[in-house]
């Protein structure tokens, strides 16, 4: 009987332990991008260990996407409203970026919706909507990891009935160490700024 | 007997969730399940709540500085700035040392929403949804639902008025209809979707219901007054991001029940 406490205490350090070799694992990962120059800030999302699921049915991390701009919205696929419109921005900004910085330039579209916004749903979406090539990621995440990834990105969402979300609109461009240096808020806006934003992010890579 | 009452029940929490340190143990209360109407929102939109568990109290420095030595990554000096600003822990002297005017069994304040949504994950526990927080923060001495009486709202609002209540000990305010201490008197605290509160007008057509909340018809509509308080907490929630550290703002962790 007194050997149940100990027990409980045990399982407590286990848990708290397996968080400790994470940030162990994240160490270990900024001493390889110190190696290739690409050690990244305490403000770069690459600091998030949350994983992430792919269209393709991978499993991934945030920091496996540097070294690329990363141009970043918060969308989910039964949207009627707002989404389409943002899915349009986004195709409009890529469009406009110069064959020459295309390759060092990732979009990424995370789900605000997890729990109905599986790898398949978002694979056959990017199918759909012409977003299909090796720049397009799309990104399914657990409730908690969306809103803390909401929470980086100052992304404001409410689930206000199942498939139904009410979010800003907001796309996001990150330079290739994850640091965030630009946010375009609103539909439809003048994509002009984000656009020089991008082309420029991508030059410094070059 | 009401000794024994208690004992068996904070036993019968302990063996329930394990996942409590020593240190770190709080008493939690059950939440019976119900719905309530939020501020916002039309007449009939009722909100459904399901039951669970709530600490007790709001987090103390004790227990914040017992969990940072679990997790070097949360001290001040390791504290990385995507997950909170510059006023993290500002009243702590140091990673391990708080600042001689502030007690251990203050609510620990000055934490940003990533670092409460990690604590509680730490212990197996979740921050409570907005939703959850309001719905037992609606509750008086006696009342599940206090909102009408008057000196319901008036302590809430009196004690808007009282400057620094952070510095005084968890669980000296009233202890509420569920077993709840301080959700009113003493902090604010942070929820897990306080992010889910929207004054922007970008968010345009999908921003309906909560322009009800905002916009001038809006408000109006909310204008008993018994709903001031809680319409303070909401803009006050809309204006705030997740690395904010903020002196009069803490947290308390929830937990589901568990599934049978």
């Known amino acids: ?206 | 007997m009401k000794y024994f009452h208690r004992l068996s029940l904070s036993l019968f929490v302990w063996i329930l969730f394990p996942g409590n340190g020593m240190a770190q143990t709080q008493t939690m209360a059950f939440i019976k399940a119900g719905k309530y109407k939020p501020i916002y929102g039309k007449d009939s939109a009722l909100v459904q709540v399901n039951s669970f568990y709530m600490d007790v109290f709001p987090v103390t420095n004790a227990e914040y500085l017992s969990f940072i030595k679990d997790k070097p990554q949360w001290r001040k000096s390791k504290v990385k700035r995507i997950f909170a600003d510059g006023n993290y822990l500002s009243t702590w002297s140091n990673d391990t040392t708080l600042s001689n005017n502030i007690s251990m069994n203050s609510p620990v304040t000055n934490v940003s929403w990533f670092a409460a949504n990690d604590y509680c994950r730490c212990q197996d526990k979740r921050l409570a949804t907005l939703d959850e927080w309001e719905y037992v923060a609606m509750a008086n001495e006696t009342k599940a639902d206090a909102r009408t009486s008057d000196n319901y709202n008036k302590y809430i609002l009196s004690w808007y008025e009282t400057p620094k209540t952070f510095n005084n000990l968890v669980g000296k305010t009233f202890k509420n209809y569920w077993g709840v201490y301080d959700m009113h008197g003493l902090v604010w605290e942070w929820t897990s979707d306080f992010n889910s509160v929207m004054i922007s007008g970008e968010s345009r057509k999908d921003s309906n219901i909560d322009r009800d909340l905002f916009c001038g018809s809006g408000s109006l509509g909310a204008s008993d007054l018994m709903n001031y308080a809680a319409f303070m907490r909401y803009a006050f929630r809309g204006s705030i991001k997740a690395k904010y550290s903020i002196q009069n703002l803490g947290f308390r962790c929830v937990k589901d029940i568990p599934a049978k």
């Open chain 1, 1 to 206: 009987m007194k050997l149940i406490p100990f027990i409980f205490i045990l399982l407590f350090l286990a848990s708290c332990t397996e968080s400790e070799t994470e940030i162990k694992d994240q160490e270990n990962n900024s001493e390889i991008h110190s190696e290739d120059d690409l050690e990244y800030s305490e403000e770069s999302i690459f600091n998030l260990t949350s994983h992430w699921n792919t269209e393709e049915g991978k499993t991934i991390e945030l920091n496996q996407l540097k070294g690329k701009v990363l141009v970043m919205v918060m969308i989910y696929t039964t949207c009627k409203a707002a989404c389409p419109r943002l899915v349009a921005d986004m195709l409009s900004i890529a469009e406009q970026i110069p064959e020459a910085n295309r390759k060092d330039v990732q979009y990424v579209l995370v789900s605000i919706d997890p729990v109905n916004d599986t790898p398949e749903k978002l694979k056959s979406f990017a199918i759909r909507k012409k977003m299909n090539g090796e720049e397009w990621t799309f990104l399914q995440g657990d409730v908690n990891t969306v809103q803390e990834f909401a929470n980086v990105l100052a992304v404001k969402y409410k689930e206000i009935s199942p498939e139904d979300f009410s979010h800003s609109n907001i796309i996001s461009v990150f330079n290739r160490k994850g640091e965030l240096i630009h946010q375009q808020e609103g539909l439809g806006v003048n994509n002009k700024e984000t656009v020089e934003t991008i082309i420029e992010t991508s030059k410094q890579i070059q």
